[in-house]
């Protein structure tokens, strides 16, 4: 506990000087800056080498800061309610007024928002007088971090400081859906879309437009882990990872578990430890078993799908 609290009074003190820092949240790490300067939300993007156009996440401690910056509404309120803190990210309308870096938003007119629950960053960002721009801890298109050391792995010491929040539990980036309008999800994530549903009494459509990209988690290459990979696969090459999903009862060395029995969430959380793992034992190819199309499986194959365009 103690220990913590000096880590979050680091943290904050890099935070304050506009440094980026790694924060852990319940989804992935994050690279996380003030979002109230451009100084700090500009170095972001250089870090990431992400494309200006693709704006960030905003973490807040609650609904009250957020008031400060965005519009909400009803169906916000619903989903607040429920779902928050945890693995959901709203698109809001930003208030004419807001002290929102432009950089942040690509000047557009709305914001991307979350509340995180991983209880470090919730400590850290009440002890803030501002709101934290925060986009995956992994450089563009590459694979999301998990822990600290894949923070490490991705900017090794570009950044000045990450905060050890332990392994990630979901281990999936956050579900987006916006609520400017029509509600409509803009990711898949940690957060089963159905569940979205029975809150909201909505059928929700999922924005895939690969042309026009809205979110550009939705681009098409992303999360590789920079070796080829292919989905489906019922038996892999010989020289190849395989990812498997199901219990087996001859595993050979080349096999990866994502689950042992089946289970959606847990092979979530293993996924990006598992992509990370297999290209760093020096494969060049990974194969992966037919992943179930519900629950957390539809966001685990949306990640798989992408990062098979490599
Ligand atoms: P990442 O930062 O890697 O977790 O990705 C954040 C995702 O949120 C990206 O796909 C962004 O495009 C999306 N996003 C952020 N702000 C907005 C916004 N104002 N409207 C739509 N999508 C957004
Ligand atoms: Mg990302």
Redesign the pocket.
């Given at each position: 506990m103690k220990s913590n609290q000096s880590n979050i009074k680091k943290a904050k003190k890099y935070l304050n000087k506009n440094y980026c820092i790694g924060v852990p949240t319940e989804t992935v790490y994050g690279l996380a800056a003030n979002a109230y300067i451009d100084l700090a939300v500009k170095k972001i993007f250089d870090l990431k080498k992400r494309p200006k156009n693709?704006?960030?996440?905003v973490h807040y401690n609650d609904i009250d800061s957020l008031k400060k910056d965005c519009l909400i509404n009803d169906n916000f309120i619903k989903l607040y309610k429920k779902f928050s803190p945890g693995p959901i990210?709203y698109?809001l309308k930003l208030k004419k007024f807001s002290k929102i870096s432009k950089y942040v938003?690509n000047n557009?007119k709305?914001?991307?928002v979350r509340f995180p629950k991983h209880p470090l960053l919730k400590n850290l960002l009440k002890q803030l007088d501002y709101p934290l721009a925060a986009?995956?801890a992994n450089r563009s298109s590459r694979v999301s971090a998990v822990k600290k050391n894949d923070v490490k792995d991705e900017f090794g010491n570009k950044i000045k400081y990450i905060l050890d929040g332990g392994v990630c539990n979901i281990g999936i980036?956050s579900t987006?859906i916006?609520l400017i309008g029509k509600p409509t999800i803009?990711?898949l994530g940690g957060l089963d879309v159905s569940k979205i549903q029975k809150i909201l009494k909505l059928k929700l459509n999922l924005a895939i437009n690969p042309k026009r990209k809205?979110?550009?988690?939705?681009s098409l290459l992303h999360y590789s882990p920079g070796i080829p990979l292919k989905m489906n696969i019922i038996k892999p090459k010989n020289d190849e990872a395989f990812i498997i999903i199901k219990k087996r009862k001859n595993k050979s060395k080349n096999y990866f578990h994502l689950s042992f029995k089946n289970d959606l969430n847990e092979a979530a959380k293993n996924l990006y430890s598992c992509l990370r793992k297999i290209k760093n034992k020096g494969y060049k190819s990974i194969a992966v078993e037919k992943i179930p199309n519900k629950g957390l499986g539809k966001a685990i194959n949306d990640r798989l799908q992408r990062a098979s365009m490599y």
């Open positions: 693709n704006p960030l996440i990210t698109v938003t557009q709305s914001l991307a986009p995956s980036e987006i916006n803009l990711r809205v979110a550009p988690g939705q």
